[in-house]
């Protein structure tokens, strides 16, 4: 067993039903693999970097879950079979890490503005 964070980017133009239906997928999804959630952090809706599918804004999620290096795989797979989730990327960490306590400032591209139009 390995400790990992699990970043996921939602289309923030979904209904809430839908994205609480999401993350209870989601949740059900770990629990059936037998990974073991310690955080479900909701990190609001946040300006890209880039567009993703003609969206310039994501609705972030935080996972820090402890599972099967194998499992990484199988929830790469889930990921990329739902449309409504935009980007996401797991990465090991250290098997004491606590995750962070609060969401990272948001970054203003002032520069990129308007360039993507």
Not at 8 to 14: H, Y
Not at 41 to 46: A, H, L, M, V
Not at 63 to 70: H, I, N, R, T, V
């Amino acid at each position: 067993m390995g400790r990992y964070e699990n970043i996921i980017v939602i289309d923030p133009d979904c209904a809430k039903e839908e994205e609480e239906e999401l993350t209870k997928k989601i949740r059900a999804n770990f629990e059936k693999m037998g990974c073991n959630i310690l955080k479900f952090d909701d990190w609001t809706i946040r300006r890209l970097a880039y567009p993703i599918k003609k969206k310039d804004r994501g609705h972030y999620y935080y996972l820090l879950f402890d599972g099967k290096e194998s499992d990484v795989g199988n929830i790469n797979r889930y990921y990329k079979n739902i449309d409504l989730i935009l980007r996401h990327i797991i990465v090991k960490v250290e098997d004491n890490a606590e995750g962070l306590s609060s969401p990272p400032e948001q970054v203003v591209f002032d520069e990129l503005e308007g360039e993507y139009s």
